[in-house]
């Protein structure tokens, strides 16, 4: 129901104005200018109204807030500032009003005395005003009124232990927002059990459409007595329009806010209820039962059985339901008198609640595994509640019916022990004791066994090696694979790799071979180098010319510096071409530098 | 290059050295200890028998079959919290002994309260085979099929048709499942965590504080869940959904081997 107001209002805005003309026109006043007025906005109200106090401070506006009066017959709700400047014919007066929201706790006639401010060392004190709180509905009916609430009983004659409904409505024909409800139940008293969420619905009430919230709470007396319950309160902000603007807005969900400029505002409401008289009978002692399970209410009782046959030592599960409007919760059933022919096991109840024409239902089940030890025909006899039934204003007892059961030898006759009840710690009961034997098995004194299994030196590298080595070999291979493929498919890629190796087995051969001429060994140089060269840039080597093939290096990103000792070898084949020499040494000399150039031009490639 | 080598050739020896001495770390002075143990046992010694079990665990020393005979000499000496406590730890070592699994019944069928190990919930329960297999068996898989994960992909990265492609998925398949099952081996060791009971009796309370209302009694081997540990207390769950705090002094930890 909260709202959070918006992070920026207008009266924010106008404020920081105000304080920044203020800065700017800064004069002294004189102390003769201050003063202190304390104003109320009503001085009659009724007990649920609000009252709003002013504290205007004039002629200072950095002055202290004043010290309020002791007000011990309100509760001060909420406090807010707001200073003002204003210029008349040249003339500034400057205020600053603190305001505060007074909640009145009782009804009378109440003085709020002279708030007091102390500034400069002069005492300034405001007026006293008085206030006449009257009890809700003196000055008008609470069903005019845009809201109202009122909280009943569903009888408020009941037993002890008798359920009754409390039953709070809020009445509204206005929005509201922010509402606080304060119920309280004694302790000791009554014990609550919540009915669900609020209803809401709507009611015409005397012409009058009202939006109706109601809450519900089933209550259960503990003690007899005269008890009284306390009013409810509720805390609320209904929506209330402003005088200038009485005409009704015709969507007023949408355009009753801030943002389309309604001048619709929020009122605070203290609502309270009137206190209830609950008159609680203790229950009569005349034909009380013995064993009374202390329910008060209309209940019902039922068992059922799992299995009517089965064999001795199987086991079969005894359902026990009790529902009705008695306060079950707490309840537990004794376990079922059977004969000693049984063991008996109880399991946790279950509980549920739910509402049914404005009364709460329980419903608890319990469940009982029995394992009968004996074979034969047994009865299950009925299990007994006895409650008190208010509508009938007496004790009535409720019972199961018998259920019969036939009970077969069991198909592996165990030694099944009825004195063994609420015992089954030993043996017996579970099959798995037949497996294993009453006895541990032997422990294990194979040396070999006791390797320790902590992971050491050798399993991380093994492990290591088994993770990451496949991978690795994987990648390898494959980059394998695809530089084959590419070898295979792509011819300027296949030249450029076998380059290298083409020139330099040749140019093995023509250093072993015994003595060519002189002008075929320029030649055969020559062409190892163009072969190359065409090779290595996918073009046909053999017609360029020595300053082509340096641009052409140039161009495929080779150093200028080899380019130029390219160009200068190409020209001294080209120059031994026809101006052969029969110097073995110098022919030599020239293989082992195509050789050199060869690297270093293989390098950089 | 020459450098280069000789570094290759440090890694390796120094590599070398340390699988072989972590590998003879075992040692046989402490196969000669479990095997002084076992004669202990062997003659009714329980005592001294559960003594020299213990000082080789407490020193560091991990063997399923070792938990498992400390948990015989203790139940052996009655006490069949700290028996139950042993033989749970060595089911992480030997999840499919069944001499482990038949001394864990009996110990519990021993005690007070008979609450088991609670079965396989969640992921345990759709991955069922993890429980059944260690981490590191878990591990050794992993290493194997990897190998033969990338084995298969090398043949289909040349031969991408018929039995191979088959392959290739089968191997994609099952190493996810291999790696999914050491996920939850891990998630599912490292989130359930076992108690067992080691006093007589204790009292289950409410909340941390020796004060606050007992909620119900715990006697010795009693199997628990440990949910969360806070300061001297275990915030416990048994099988059928109760929970509550224990004092860690009362109650021992799966989780110290």
Partial sequence: MKISPLPITANFLITCLQLMLMALLETPVNAEDIGLTARVDNNEISLGDTLHLSLTVKGVLNAPEPNLPPLSDFRIRSSSTASSTQIINGQRTVSVTYNYQLVPLKAGSFTIDPAILELAGVTYQSNPVLIVVSEPGAHSPAKKSPAYIEAFVSNANPYVNEQLIYTFRLYRRVQARNLDLSISFEDGIFRKEDMGDAK?????????????????????????????????????????????????????????????????????????SQPLAVSIRPLPKAGKPVKF???????????????????????????VTLNGSGALKGYLLPLPKLSDGFKIYPDKPEFKLSVQQNTLMGEKIFKFALVPLKPGHKILPSITLSYFDPARNKYLIKKTTPISLTIEPAEFPENLNSAENFKPKKSN??????????????????????????????????????????????????????????????????????????????LKK??????????????????????????????????????????????QDYPKEQAEQTRVLWGKYESLQYAPTTDSKN??????????????????? | MNYRNSIFQTVFYFLTAWVISTGTAAGEENLSRISLANSYYAKGQYQEAAAGYQKLINGGYKNGFLYYNLGNSYYRLGK????????????????????????????????????????????GTFLFWVNDFTLKEQLKFLGIINLFFWGVLSIWIIQKAGFWNVAR?????????????????????????????????????????????????????????????????????????????????????????
Avoid at chain 1, 587 to 605: A, C, F, G, P, T
Wanted: hydrophobic letters at 40%; zero cysteines.
């Fill in chain 1, 429 to 506: 009961t579970k099959n798995s004791i037949e497996t294993t034997g009453e006895d541990i098995l032997p422990i294990h004194t194979r040396l070999s066994d006791f390797e320790e299994v902590s992971a050491n030196g050798s399993d991380v590298i093994l492990l290591t090696g088994r993770l990451v080595a496949p991978p690795v070999l994987f990648l390898l291979f494959t980059v394998y694979i695809r530089f084959n493929q590419k070898l295979k498919h792509d011819k300027a890629f296949a030249r450029n790799r076998k380059a290298f190796k083409i020139a330099r087995q040749k």
């Fill in chain 2, 169 to 257: 998925k089968t191997m994609t398949v099952i190493l996810l499942i291999a790696i999914i099952s050491i996920g939850a081996k891990v998630y599912l060791e490292s989130e359930n965590t076992l108690g067992v009971v080691l006093a007589k009796n204790t009292q289950i309370k409410s909340a941390r504080g020796a004060n606050n209302v007992t909620l119900f009694q715990l006697h010795e081997g009693s199997v628990v869940s440990i949910i969360e540990s806070q300061n001297d207390w275990y915030y416990i769950e048994l099988n059928d959904g109760k929970k509550g705090w224990a004092q860690k002094e009362f109650v021992g930890s799966e989780g110290a081997y």
């Fill in chain 1, 200 to 272: 809401i619905f709507s009611r015409t009430i005397n012409g009058i459409q009202y939006q109706i919230h109601e809450l519900t709470t089933a209550l259960y007396p503990i003690r007899s007595g005269d008890v009284e319950i306390s009013p409810a309160t509720l805390e609320i902000d209904l929506l209330a329009k402003s005088p200038n603007s009485p005409r009704q807005s015709p969507f007023p969900q949408i355009f009753d806010n801030r943002f389309f400029g309604s001048r619709a505002n929020w009122l605070h409401k203290t609502l309270r």
């Fill in chain 1, 587 to 605: 022919n030599l000399d020239m293989i082992d530098e195509s050789l050199r150039l060869l690297n270093q031009l293989e390098k950089k490639s």
């Fill in chain 1, 293 to 319: 399970s202390n329910i008060v209410g209309d209940l019902d009782i039922s068992a059922t059985i799992g299995k009517k046959e089965l064999k001795a030592g199987d086991t079969t599960t005894l359902t």
């Fill in chain 2, 80 to 123: 069949t919290g700290p028996a139950i406590l042993n033989y749970i730890r060595a089911k992480h070592f030997l999840p499919r002994d069944e001499s482990l699994k038949a001394n864990l019944k009996t110990a519990i069928l021993k005690t007070e309260d008979q609450l088991e190990p609670p079965s396989a919930k969640g992921i």
């Fill in chain 1, 510 to 555: 023509l250093s072993s071979s015994s003595g060519p001429p002189p002008r075929d060994f320029a030649k055969k140089l020559s062409d190892i180098f163009r072969e190359y060269v065409g090779n290595k840039l996918n073009i046909q080597g053999k017609a360029l010319t020595s300053f082509e093939v340096e641009q052409k290096l140039i161009d």
